[in-house]
């Protein structure tokens, strides 16, 4: 598990596609020390450690996952947020992140607003239902959901999370991986609303 508070900015050191998806290789802190089956969250998307020497960290990624995230266009170079797994003791300074990726949701549009940025993305189709004042991960970073309207969403960013993340260098048109509130996700009930024959007799009403 995640937070979605971002530790680093990691850069892309090598790419390449294998016939059962992608192997890439990511420069991280010098100060890190990662062992293979660690899991780290990298732009969002969980991915296993396969190698590590100092510096660097190597991951494989299954063609559904290219298929589902940005991660299909990615290449040499390209910067990456990065985030270890939690310790059981850590502060929850975020929220819940598995690194699941539901889909990527396309950035609309941005403004500035007192030095924040306010962000207008749409939703992939099938992914959970946003929340009202929910938390949201957009490529791996902790963020809440401001507003609703339809398929759309709004999000706020701070500058310290603008000057901390890869978000800065988004723009309109841009796909960011997205992983809708887990809490949200799982409590949400999931019986049709409204008083229903089978609703009375669960609730014994009938018999």
């Known amino acids: 598990m995640?937070?979605?508070i971002i530790e680093a900015v990691g850069v892309i050191r090598r790419?390449?596609?294998t016939h059962s998806g992608a192997r890439l290789s990511v420069l991280v802190p010098e100060d890190w020390e990662l062992r293979p089956g660690e899991s780290v969250c990298v732009s969002g998307i969980?991915?296993?450690v396969t190698a590590f020497k100092p510096k660097e960290a190597s991951f494989d990624a299954a063609s559904a996952?290219?298929?589902?995230?940005?991660?299909?266009?990615?290449r040499n170079s390209?910067?990456?947020?990065?985030?270890r797994a939690m310790k059981a003791d850590s502060r929850m300074g975020g929220h819940w992140v598995?690194?699941?990726?539901e889909g990527t949701a396309r950035l609309l549009r941005r403004k500035g607003s007192g030095g924040s940025s306010v962000w207008e993305l749409e939703a992939p189709a099938g992914a959970p239902k946003l929340v009202q004042e929910g938390s949201v991960a957009l490529d791996g970073v902790s963020l809440t959901v401001s507003a609703l309207r339809g398929a759309a969403f709004e999000v706020c960013l701070i500058p310290q999370t603008l000057s901390a993340t890869t978000l800065s260098a988004r723009r309109e048109g841009d796909r960011l991986n997205?992983?809708?509130?887990?809490?949200?996700?799982?409590a949400r009930p999931q019986r049709q609303s409204g008083v229903t024959e089978a609703f009375l007799r669960e609730h014994g009403f009938l018999t």
């Open 2 to 4: 995640f937070t979605g």
């Open 15 to 17: 790419i390449e596609r």
């Open 46 to 48: 969980c991915l296993t």
């Open 65 to 74: 996952t290219l298929a589902k995230t940005t991660l299909a266009l990615w």
């Open 78 to 83: 390209t910067r990456v947020n990065l985030e």
């Open 98 to 101: 598995a690194g699941h990726v």
């Open 178 to 186: 997205l992983e809708t509130d887990l809490l949200a996700k799982y």
